[in-house]
């Protein structure tokens, strides 16, 4: 299974980006799926969550009101449109693929794309 995640890139605080991430496998809508983010330094965190039904999502509290993901099961995609950018959000975001345990843990993922850059200049 191969993820392809982009859409990243420079933006100044405040700007929006659209992360999208797609598949190569024709059974996509039978996984609910995640984003994360990696700083440098840093631990991998939980971004944002999609149930393989589409229609029910989670999200981090530090992207609460900013962040939306959502599913397009007829593309084999999922995007995270980010709005209201911050400096912090400064990372490379990972889009994957849930197999099994709590949504906002990167254990619970079997397979992960292979990340997008997005800086935030402040």
């Known amino acids: 299974v191969q993820l392809q995640a982009s859409g990243g890139g420079l933006v100044q605080a405040g700007g929006s980006l659209r992360l999208s991430c797609v598949t190569s496998?024709?059974?996509?809508?039978?996984?609910?799926m995640g984003w994360f983010r990696q700083a440098p330094g840093k631990e991998r965190e939980f971004v944002a969550f999609?149930?393989?039904?589409?229609?029910?999502?989670y999200y981090a509290d530090s992207v609460k009101g900013r962040f939306s993901i959502a599913g397009d099961n007829a593309k084999n995609a999922v995007y995270l449109q980010v709005n209201t950018l911050k400096a912090e959000d400064t990372a490379v975001y990972f889009c994957?693929?849930?197999?099994?345990?709590?949504?906002?843990?990167?254990?619970?993922?079997?397979?992960w794309g292979q990340g997008t850059q997005v800086t935030v200049s402040s």
């Open positions: 994957a693929r849930h197999f099994r345990g709590t949504y906002d843990s990167p254990t619970s993922y079997l397979y």
């Open positions: 999609i149930t393989r039904s589409r229609d029910t999502t």
């Open positions: 496998r024709g059974t996509f809508s039978s996984y609910a």
